[in-house]
């Protein structure tokens, strides 16, 4: 008996009057929770390999299963709660830094749930999007706000690069080695079928997926894996990561046993070494290095893609982002606080960065009073949850949205925050072959070309309420916002108005 | 003709295709009453080696050597299906011993059984199909490939 | 337009109708048969007796098939000679049936030594006919010793047939084992001993010398007592009207890879024709039911001027005793003849595997639910072990063996 033994936090509980031993539960769990046992002739569990993330519970056919969360509990104490507790004891025990997957679990502020969206009543008509166009569509880059003519007086249509989205949602980055080869075919595939882009994160691009070029954004990072010359042709637009909203301030660090095979090729480093991406681009100390990086990119493909910077969502994000946009980037992506991850350490997760919401009122704000709003096109990410949220986005000032956690759950990801382990029961955040061939990429583009199509016509709905038919015409439009329950102070650097007022 | 085919990439080996089966072919509503207890006799099988799995169910061969091996006339092709009429079954396994593919078992009382893309049963579509989690087994027609037949009944596909 | 006679009424002539009409529609088409039933197939007679089928259950097409393939059958109709000169088959009955083409289709008979003293036994059967059956099954009662001359496949199923409806069985046979025309010794006794639990008796290696009434005098000098005698010894083909037709004939009417006699528009097919054993290369009456139907098919439509050809003969059969089922195929060679044996064995299973060349020849299995039907497969299309994973199916039989190229041609919907 040792004295950080907790009774396990979930059990399994099994009707045993469902249940017809078909084990495959047991076959499904790569946990390894669920043995049959001959001699009992039942099945039995091991509950404290269970992770939640109801696998078996999903494909029982007799629904004969469910997980809950243990109710043995310490003392209650609402200063030193459970899983204050049990980290502790697992800190005791290991001395290691506490490790973390997808985004942070805990209660802070969710502004978009605080913002509420106007609609048209009697003075102003609102648009029925089944019967009357409505525009989705939005390009991101720099646009030209002067026009230039020539000697003879004909305007000059040099437009710098763009990148058009038949809505404004695109997937944002996750590796090759983070996530499966199938997770990425699913969002190659429905980013195509979809006219939006998925990103390749710091992984590189596995050579299957060049034909998903035109809708793949291709990620530069701190440790430059993966990249070249073919690479950075591939795609529609390149992106720097600068820092990511899960954990900014920090790298990444790639366990050496998950690069093997076509991970390590695609990554360009060799089998079993760790992948470490840099905290900062060692490159990169000041906005001139990132210029540097920028027009070095943009040199290499012939100023034909759009260059974006993405950052982390921290204090004086405002002012990082008008660095970035006098850097020569045609996108800013910024991640907010609740962004997901395979791996972080959790104590940066939960504590370091802001809210996405705050840091895009900030930025866009920032932008506009230094009048360069137009010189970039701003993206943000961060939980994006909803239609909902997407519209609110756009209301406060954004182009475009990031999605990530909202793609991983339409493919099957059932949020039970254990990518670290590598033993994803849905095929996702694994790189075990008889675990990855569970997301068969059909089903998985299928379900995200859906959720894209769903939202496509929910915010057509919003939008048509409010009487705005496009994009374009409700980006920055903050009067569409009301707040609730908000603080004077939350009101003005959201720039809205209260609920009422 | 549309077959029920598998794409062993996909294959889980979760065996939920053969309890599905069970059960569509069990006459019951309720799959626990129908299989709880029970050893299951379904009419697809998952095979598998060191690297995959995938699910066998009959092929509904152009030339069923099965047809032609049963010693009571019992198997028969109807509209392209293979199928057994079980009155006439003794169970002699003939037809065991003579189908390449391994897709003709005896149900629990020693009579022939096979899949007959459940037809007949009150799912009307095939269980395995609809009840596999990863779209691996499909029920498809092959009808643009080009297909051959070997004179032993194999269905030969040539080509895409 | 043609005129096809086939000479008997079984699963090879019923095949060979439907091969002719995949071909010729048209063509005339008269079935000779000596029995006065429609086509069944005669192994099911033992299922008759033990209560699994019955005389509509037994018939081996729909009540409309000969209608519907326009075919004529003249019940009760023997051959009794072919003349080739003027076209003409001969009745015994004396009746005259002009053909452009034969099928002689005309099966096997028991065969019956010259016992002494066989005259004096009162009640004593055949098992090949249906009216063998319907005899046998009036002459026995509850009350009734039976014994069974010949513990070969007729034998005994006609024993686990009575089972049931007799007092007791005793099967004697000149061989030392059980089914010696199939099983090996080690597989013969494992048999031996389920038949003997499920309260058969035998004695081998002993037969019976003569009869005096309901006595038989074995050649041990041993006496049996029996109310009711079958004799299934062994079965002879049906050659003679071929032979005297011309056609060579050697056990049974020989016949090419199209089924085609040495005479010309003479075909024949099922238990009464040789054709070749592909595991030996040897020709050997193959005298089972699927071969039967592929050979009267394969006739059927040579008859009708379709190209059709059956090189794909090989022995095998499937046969079960209560519920007990051996499964054997093609030929089973010794080391001495340069084969190999894979084996595996409990104490109520065997499977012997054997391969030669790089081939697999044959196979016994038995008291395995194992789909054999893999195994025989590789013999039959003679697929070189070297393309499979003969590792991983010799310990079962499972398409995971085959590469992945044929797996996914049988398996796999092409996108």
Redesign the interface.
């Given at each position: 008996m040792s004295i950080d033994f907790l009774y396990p936090e979930f059990e399994v509980v099994r009707n045993m009057d469902r249940c017809i031993t078909c084990r495959v539960c047991e076959r499904q769990c790569a946990n390894e929770v669920h043995a049959y046992n001959e001699r009992l002739d039942k099945m039995v569990s091991d509950e404290s390999k269970c992770v939640n993330c109801q696998r078996c519970v999903s494909l029982c056919p007799t629904r004969a299963l469910k997980i809950v969360k243990s109710d043995c509990k310490l003392r209650e104490n609402a200063n030193w709660q459970n899983d204050g507790i049990r980290e502790i004891y697992k800190q005791a025990n290991s001395g290691g830094v506490l490790l973390s997957s997808m985004g942070n679990p805990k209660e802070l502020p969710v502004y978009w749930d605080r913002m509420l969206i106007n609609a048209s009543q009697v003075t102003n008509p609102s648009i029925d999007p089944l019967r009357e166009p409505m525009e989705t569509r939005v390009f991101l880059g720099k646009k030209n706000v002067k026009p230039e003519r020539d000697e003879s007086g004909n305007l000059i249509c040099k437009v710098p690069p763009q990148l058009e989205l038949d809505l404004p949602v695109m997937f944002s980055a996750m590796s090759y080695g983070s996530i499966s080869y199938n997770a990425h075919a699913s969002l190659a595939r429905a980013a195509t079928e979809m006219g939006t882009y998925y990103n390749t994160g710091e992984g590189g691009l596995h050579e299957d997926f060049y034909q998903y070029g035109p809708n793949t954004i291709v990620q530069v990072a701190s440790g430059r894996f993966g990249v070249h010359e073919e690479y950075l042709a591939a795609g529609a637009a390149i992106e720097i990561k600068i820092g990511q909203g899960a954990k900014p301030g920090i790298g990444g660090h790639l366990p050496g046993s998950k690069i093997v095979g076509d991970v390590s090729r695609t990554r360009m480093i060799p089998e079993g070494s760790d992948a470490i991406s840099p905290a900062p681009h060692h490159d990169i100390y000041s906005i001139e290095d990132l210029r540097q990086l920028v027009y070095s990119l943009k040199e290499a493909t012939e100023y034909k893609k759009p260059v974006i910077v993405k950052v982390a969502a921290v204090h004086n994000i405002a002012a990082i982002a008008s660095g970035i946009a006098r850097s020569g980037a045609d996108i800013i992506a910024i991640d907010g606080i609740r962004g997901g991850t395979g791996a972080a350490p959790t104590r940066i997760r939960d504590n370091v960065g802001i809210p996405i919401e705050l840091a895009l009122a900030a930025v866009d704000q920032r932008l506009r009073d230094e009048r360069i709003r137009n010189n970039v096109s701003l993206v943000v990410g961060g939980s994006i949850r909803s239609a909902a949220d997407i519209v609110k986005a756009i209301a406060l000032g954004a182009d475009a949205c990031y999605i990530a956690t909202g793609a991983l759950l339409a493919l099957g990801c059932h949020l039970c925050r254990t990518c670290q382990t590598g033993k994803c029961n849905w095929g996702i955040a694994t790189q075990r072959p008889e675990l990855v061939k569970r997301l068969n990429p059909d089903i998985g583009s299928r379900r995200l070309i859906n959720l894209l199509t769903a939202w496509k016509h929910e915010i057509k709905e919003m939008m048509g309420g409010m009487g705005i038919n496009s994009i374009e015409a409700l980006r920055g439009n903050r009067l569409m916002l009301r707040g609730v329950g908000l603080t004077e102070k939350e009101l003005e650097i959201l720039g809205i108005s209260h609920a009422g007022e | 003709m549309k077959r029920v085919y598998v794409n062993e990439e996909w294959c889980l080996g979760c065996h939920l295709c053969e309890y599905n089966c069970a059960f569509a072919n069990s006459g019951m509503d309720d799959m626990a009453e129908a299989l709880k207890g029970k050893k299951i006799f379904p009419r697809i099988h998952v095979e598998e080696n060191d690297r995959i799995t995938f699910a066998v169910s009959c092929r509904h061969c152009e030339d069923p050597i099965c047809v032609k091996s049963c010693i009571a006339g019992a198997i028969s092709k109807r509209d392209g299906v293979v199928c057994v009429d079980q009155d006439k079954c003794v169970g002699c396994l003939t037809c065991v011993l003579v189908c390449p593919y391994g897709a003709l078992a005896p149900n629990e009382n020693g009579i022939m059984q096979k899949c007959e893309l459940c037809l007949t049963n009150s799912f009307g579509e095939p269980a395995c199909v609809s009840g596999c989690p990863n779209n691996a087994i499909v029920y498809e027609s092959r009808d643009e490939v080009q297909t051959e037949v070997d004179p032993d009944g194999r269905t030969l596909y040539v080509g895409d | 337009m043609k005129r096809y006679v086939i000479i008997g009424n079984g699963v090879a002539a019923a095949?060979c109708i439907e091969g002719i009409r995949s071909v010729d529609p048209q063509g005339t088409l008269t079935v000779l048969s000596e029995e006065p039933y429609e086509v069944y197939?005669r192994?099911?007679i033992s299922?008759y007796l033990e209560g699994?089928?019955d005389a509509e259950?037994?018939?081996?097409?729909g009540a409309d098939f000969y209608q519907e393939n326009g075919a004529k059958v003249l019940y009760e109709e023997k051959a009794a000679s072919i003349d080739t000169e003027r076209k003409r088959i001969v009745t015994e009955k004396g009746n005259e049936i002009a053909y452009t083409d034969i099928c002689i289709a005309a099966g096997s008979s028991p065969f019956v030594p010259p016992f002494e003293g066989l005259e004096t036994v009162p009640e004593k059967y055949s098992f090949m006919t249906l009216d063998d059956a319907y005899a046998l099954e009036k002459a026995v009662s509850e009350e009734s010793r039976v014994l069974i001359i010949g513990a070969g496949l007729i034998g005994l199923k006609c024993a686990e047939g009575l089972k049931e409806r007799v007092k007791e069985i005793t099967v004697c046979d000149l061989a030392e084992r059980v089914l010696s025309s199939i099983l090996d010794t080690e597989c013969a006794a494992l048999m031996q001993e389920h038949l003997e639990n499920n309260g058969i008796s035998f004695l081998l290696g002993d037969s019976a010398k003569s009869f005096s009434g309901n006595k038989a005098i074995m050649n041990s000098g041993k006496e049996v007592e029996f109310d009711v005698l079958v004799l299934a010894v062994g079965v002879r083909a049906n050659t003679q009207i071929a032979k005297e037709a011309g056609c060579e004939v050697n056990r049974g009417i020989l016949i090419n890879d199209r089924m085609q006699t040495s005479m010309e528009h003479i075909y024949a097919a099922g238990d009464c024709a040789e054709g070749t054993d592909i595991t030996s290369g040897e020709h050997k009456v193959l005298a089972i039911?699927?071969n039967a139907?592929?050979q009267g098919?394969c006739a059927g439509v040579n008859m009708a001027g379709g190209q059709?050809?059956?090189?794909?003969g090989i022995p095998?059969?499937?046969?079960?005793f209560f519920?007990f089922?051996a499964?054997t195929?093609g030929s089973y060679y010794t080391e001495a003849d340069g084969g190999r044996m894979y084996e595996e064995k409990t104490e109520n299973s065997i499977k012997r595997l054997f391969t030669k060349d790089g081939f697999l020849t044959g196979f016994i299995l038995i008291g395995r639910?194992e789909?054999?039907?893999?195994y025989?497969?590789m013999i039959?299309?003679k697929i070189p072990l070297a393309e499979v994973?003969f590792d991983?199916l010799k310990r079962a039989?499972?398409?995971?063996?085959f590469t992945e190229e044929k797996?996914?041609?049988?398996?796999?919907?092409?996108h």
């Amino acid at each position: 008996m040792s004295i950080d033994f907790l009774y396990p936090e979930f059990e399994v509980v099994r009707n045993m009057d469902r249940c017809i031993t078909c084990r495959v539960c047991e076959r499904q769990c790569a946990n390894e929770v669920h043995a049959y046992n001959e001699r009992l002739d039942k099945m039995v569990s091991d509950e404290s390999k269970c992770v939640n993330c109801q696998r078996c519970v999903s494909l029982c056919p007799t629904r004969a299963l469910k997980i809950v969360k243990s109710d043995c509990k310490l003392r209650e104490n609402a200063n030193w709660q459970n899983d204050g507790i049990r980290e502790i004891y697992k800190q005791a025990n290991s001395g290691g830094v506490l490790l973390s997957s997808m985004g942070n679990p805990k209660e802070l502020p969710v502004y978009w749930d605080r913002m509420l969206i106007n609609a048209s009543q009697v003075t102003n008509p609102s648009i029925d999007p089944l019967r009357e166009p409505m525009e989705t569509r939005v390009f991101l880059g720099k646009k030209n706000v002067k026009p230039e003519r020539d000697e003879s007086g004909n305007l000059i249509c040099k437009v710098p690069p763009q990148l058009e989205l038949d809505l404004p949602v695109m997937f944002s980055a996750m590796s090759y080695g983070s996530i499966s080869y199938n997770a990425h075919a699913s969002l190659a595939r429905a980013a195509t079928e979809m006219g939006t882009y998925y990103n390749t994160g710091e992984g590189g691009l596995h050579e299957d997926f060049y034909q998903y070029g035109p809708n793949t954004i291709v990620q530069v990072a701190s440790g430059r894996f993966g990249v070249h010359e073919e690479y950075l042709a591939a795609g529609a637009a390149i992106e720097i990561k600068i820092g990511q909203g899960a954990k900014p301030g920090i790298g990444g660090h790639l366990p050496g046993s998950k690069i093997v095979g076509d991970v390590s090729r695609t990554r360009m480093i060799p089998e079993g070494s760790d992948a470490i991406s840099p905290a900062p681009h060692h490159d990169i100390y000041s906005i001139e290095d990132l210029r540097q990086l920028v027009y070095s990119l943009k040199e290499a493909t012939e100023y034909k893609k759009p260059v974006i910077v993405k950052v982390a969502a921290v204090h004086n994000i405002a002012a990082i982002a008008s660095g970035i946009a006098r850097s020569g980037a045609d996108i800013i992506a910024i991640d907010g606080i609740r962004g997901g991850t395979g791996a972080a350490p959790t104590r940066i997760r939960d504590n370091v960065g802001i809210p996405i919401e705050l840091a895009l009122a900030a930025v866009d704000q920032r932008l506009r009073d230094e009048r360069i709003r137009n010189n970039v096109s701003l993206v943000v990410g961060g939980s994006i949850r909803s239609a909902a949220d997407i519209v609110k986005a756009i209301a406060l000032g954004a182009d475009a949205c990031y999605i990530a956690t909202g793609a991983l759950l339409a493919l099957g990801c059932h949020l039970c925050r254990t990518c670290q382990t590598g033993k994803c029961n849905w095929g996702i955040a694994t790189q075990r072959p008889e675990l990855v061939k569970r997301l068969n990429p059909d089903i998985g583009s299928r379900r995200l070309i859906n959720l894209l199509t769903a939202w496509k016509h929910e915010i057509k709905e919003m939008m048509g309420g409010m009487g705005i038919n496009s994009i374009e015409a409700l980006r920055g439009n903050r009067l569409m916002l009301r707040g609730v329950g908000l603080t004077e102070k939350e009101l003005e650097i959201l720039g809205i108005s209260h609920a009422g007022e | 003709m549309k077959r029920v085919y598998v794409n062993e990439e996909w294959c889980l080996g979760c065996h939920l295709c053969e309890y599905n089966c069970a059960f569509a072919n069990s006459g019951m509503d309720d799959m626990a009453e129908a299989l709880k207890g029970k050893k299951i006799f379904p009419r697809i099988h998952v095979e598998e080696n060191d690297r995959i799995t995938f699910a066998v169910s009959c092929r509904h061969c152009e030339d069923p050597i099965c047809v032609k091996s049963c010693i009571a006339g019992a198997i028969s092709k109807r509209d392209g299906v293979v199928c057994v009429d079980q009155d006439k079954c003794v169970g002699c396994l003939t037809c065991v011993l003579v189908c390449p593919y391994g897709a003709l078992a005896p149900n629990e009382n020693g009579i022939m059984q096979k899949c007959e893309l459940c037809l007949t049963n009150s799912f009307g579509e095939p269980a395995c199909v609809s009840g596999c989690p990863n779209n691996a087994i499909v029920y498809e027609s092959r009808d643009e490939v080009q297909t051959e037949v070997d004179p032993d009944g194999r269905t030969l596909y040539v080509g895409d | 337009m043609k005129r096809y006679v086939i000479i008997g009424n079984g699963v090879a002539a019923a095949a060979c109708i439907e091969g002719i009409r995949s071909v010729d529609p048209q063509g005339t088409l008269t079935v000779l048969s000596e029995e006065p039933y429609e086509v069944y197939c005669r192994p099911l007679i033992s299922y008759y007796l033990e209560g699994k089928t019955d005389a509509e259950k037994m018939k081996y097409r729909g009540a409309d098939f000969y209608q519907e393939n326009g075919a004529k059958v003249l019940y009760e109709e023997k051959a009794a000679s072919i003349d080739t000169e003027r076209k003409r088959i001969v009745t015994e009955k004396g009746n005259e049936i002009a053909y452009t083409d034969i099928c002689i289709a005309a099966g096997s008979s028991p065969f019956v030594p010259p016992f002494e003293g066989l005259e004096t036994v009162p009640e004593k059967y055949s098992f090949m006919t249906l009216d063998d059956a319907y005899a046998l099954e009036k002459a026995v009662s509850e009350e009734s010793r039976v014994l069974i001359i010949g513990a070969g496949l007729i034998g005994l199923k006609c024993a686990e047939g009575l089972k049931e409806r007799v007092k007791e069985i005793t099967v004697c046979d000149l061989a030392e084992r059980v089914l010696s025309s199939i099983l090996d010794t080690e597989c013969a006794a494992l048999m031996q001993e389920h038949l003997e639990n499920n309260g058969i008796s035998f004695l081998l290696g002993d037969s019976a010398k003569s009869f005096s009434g309901n006595k038989a005098i074995m050649n041990s000098g041993k006496e049996v007592e029996f109310d009711v005698l079958v004799l299934a010894v062994g079965v002879r083909a049906n050659t003679q009207i071929a032979k005297e037709a011309g056609c060579e004939v050697n056990r049974g009417i020989l016949i090419n890879d199209r089924m085609q006699t040495s005479m010309e528009h003479i075909y024949a097919a099922g238990d009464c024709a040789e054709g070749t054993d592909i595991t030996s290369g040897e020709h050997k009456v193959l005298a089972i039911l699927p071969n039967a139907y592929m050979q009267g098919y394969c006739a059927g439509v040579n008859m009708a001027g379709g190209q059709a050809v059956f090189d794909k003969g090989i022995p095998m059969n499937s046969i079960g005793f209560f519920g007990f089922h051996a499964m054997t195929a093609g030929s089973y060679y010794t080391e001495a003849d340069g084969g190999r044996m894979y084996e595996e064995k409990t104490e109520n299973s065997i499977k012997r595997l054997f391969t030669k060349d790089g081939f697999l020849t044959g196979f016994i299995l038995i008291g395995r639910e194992e789909r054999a039907g893999i195994y025989t497969s590789m013999i039959r299309e003679k697929i070189p072990l070297a393309e499979v994973d003969f590792d991983l199916l010799k310990r079962a039989a499972t398409n995971a063996a085959f590469t992945e190229e044929k797996r996914k041609g049988a398996f796999s919907a092409v996108h």
